[in-house]
């Protein structure tokens, strides 16, 4: 089979893209990346990993996505011409929104079958309570990708929602978990210091609606332990003040931003991690936690409830639940055997249902089916 990948450009949501290429590749497709972006390297190159990318569009203008959008259509447009000699894919496939824009048009134009994976739409990100110039527009394009693409993948439930109330039947969205790289994620490796002699909870990413003010007020309920938050942002020096205004500023640290390749480290480094924002589209922190052999204490919704099984690989607590939230990291940070016998079943977890592989073999029967509907069962 052959799979054209279709990417905006290389933003931390869309690595797993790389992942993907390869584990299709790895099962026996000719697979080839193509990158909405500039063409300072060669235009087409074989990795190691064996598949092939190719760039296709001039650099991305540097400001909101929205200045990118114009010149997506025409990326499409080239696409086309570009598969209408030599090799064609016989299935296409966009990545993130900006991506599934090129996507859509190259398939319109070559009548090929179209999946796309948004990774978060824009109205998840309202949700959260993200402050984006463009996300009014880029609503209005998800909902005409929903209508255009054969098949739209979630992440989650939630996400499964999503997309139907943008406006996709329910029966041509597949639901596939991104995988963790199992590589990196794993619980054996070195961890970031402790000091103090509290115990950990890690808490990862750092903006409007990640829910790190629950965890500051959730907190005070849970004595002995810090809270570490994973990331850097504006609302900062607001938390900062928020966890004064509580009584628990010396348990509380943010670290600044932190390189994707050091977060096994703080992972590891963690008795719990706590995940408790207004919106999860994607289970990407727990997974990853998980795959550390870490518990998580988390809120039920999207892809945290997806990932997390309640009293087998962590605690599932009502959205919103400040008080419960604390309650369930007050118990778990007491009980080293439970928080140890959830991390070995976290880890089974990952190992089970959340690898790449996994993603790509469910990838793959989703073509097939496109390319066969009536020799692969639905």
């Known amino acids: 089979m052959r799979v054209g990948l279709i990417r905006a450009n290389t933003r931390p949501m869309e ?22 972006r500039g063409n300072a390297s060669p235009d087409e190159e074989f990795t190691e990993s064996g598949y092939a990318v190719h760039r296709v569009a001039p650099p991305a203008p540097s400001g909101p996505a929205g200045r990118f959008v114009a010149q997506l259509a025409g990326v499409g447009r080239r696409l086309a011409d570009r598969w209408s000699s030599g090799w064609v894919p016989d299935v296409v496939h966009g990545h993130y929104w900006l991506g599934g824009l090129a996507a859509a048009t190259a398939a319109r134009r070559t009548g090929l079958p179209m999946v796309q994976t948004f990774y978060s739409v824009g109205t998840a990100q309202q949700r959260l309570g993200r402050a984006d110039a463009c996300l009014g527009e880029r609503i209005a394009l998800e909902r005409a990708l929903t209508r255009a693409a054969d098949v739209t993948v979630a992440q989650s439930p939630d996400e499964v929602d999503d997309l139907t109330r943008l406006g996709a039947a329910r029966a041509s969205v597949a639901m596939i978990p991104s995988g963790v790289d199992t590589g990196l994620f794993q619980p054996d490796g070195e961890a970031e210091a402790r000091t103090g002699g509290y115990g950990r909870i890690v808490s990862v990413g750092l903006g409007p609606g990640h829910g790190q003010d629950h965890l500051i007020r959730a907190l005070r309920y849970v004595p002995g332990a810090e809270l570490v938050i994973i990331g850097g942002g504006d609302v900062a020096s607001a938390l900062q003040d928020l966890a004064r205004r509580v009584g628990v ?13 050091r977060m096994p480290r703080w992972y590891r480094s963690a008795d719990v991690v706590a995940c408790t924002p207004r919106s999860a589209p994607s289970g990407a922190v727990p997974v990853e ?3 550390c ?9 999207g892809g945290i409830a997806e990932s997390v ?6 605690r ?14 007050r118990e778990l940070m007491g009980t080293r055997v439970q928080r140890t016998a959830y991390g070995d079943a976290a880890v089974d977890r990952v190992q089970c249902r959340y690898t790449w592989e996994r993603t790509a073999s469910a990838l793959e029967a989703v073509y097939q089916r496109l390319l066969n509907p009536q020799a692969v069962p639905a």
Do not use: N, Q, W
Request: hydrophobic letters at 45%.
């Open 15 to 36: 690595a797993g893209t790389s992942r993907v290429a390869a584990e299709l590749a790895a099962l026996g497709h000719d697979v080839r990346v193509f990158e909405c």
């Open 249 to 261: 500023a010396d348990r509380v640290r943010i670290t600044g931003p932190v390189p994707h390749e």
């Open 309 to 314: 099984v309640d009293e087998v690989t962590g």
């Open 289 to 291: 936690a998980m795959a």
């Open 293 to 301: 052999g870490v518990p998580v204490v988390g809120y039920a919704l």
């Open 316 to 329: 599932l607590v009502k959205p919103g639940d400040v008080r419960g939230a604390g309650h369930a990291l």
